[in-house]
């Protein structure tokens, strides 16, 4: 039974950069697709990156070129690495897990396992 565990939400400022960090706990699948999604006060929660077990990666247009996902294989942990953070990037941020995945997506509806998200603020 894997369990996931975020940290590394804060206050920044406007260009600053944060790494959030998702222990998962557990057996990991070798075929399995990690990702971190967000939601935004009054909006529905949106995927901006994924990465499956083979290191595929997918970003939404909102984040390419100033977020990167990645993985620690030995640690079970998933990173989002934040630059050039913007107000617009206030959110939740949750990673999530699904087991036989067979390539990365950042549909929402594909993942069945959750973090209890971390918060990202503006200051």
């Known amino acids: 039974h894997v369990q996931l565990v975020e940290s590394g939400g804060g206050s920044v400022q406007a260009g600053g950069s944060l790494r959030l960090s998702c222990a998962a706990s557990?057996?990991?699948?070798?075929?399995?697709?990690m990702g971190w999604f967000r939601q935004a006060a009054g909006k529905e929660r949106e995927g901006i990156a994924t990465?499956?077990?083979?290191?595929?990666?997918i970003y939404a247009d909102s984040v390419k070129g100033r977020f990167t996902i990645s993985k620690d294989n030995n640690k079970n942990t998933l990173y989002l690495q934040m630059n050039s953070l913007q107000p617009e990037d206030t959110a939740v941020y949750y990673c999530a897990y699904e087991s036989g995945c067979q390539q990365p997506t950042l549909n929402k509806v594909a993942y069945t396992l959750w973090g209890q998200g971390t918060q990202v603020t503006f200051s």
């Open positions: 990465i499956d077990g083979d290191g595929s990666v």
């Open positions: 557990g057996y990991l699948y070798s075929s399995y697709c």
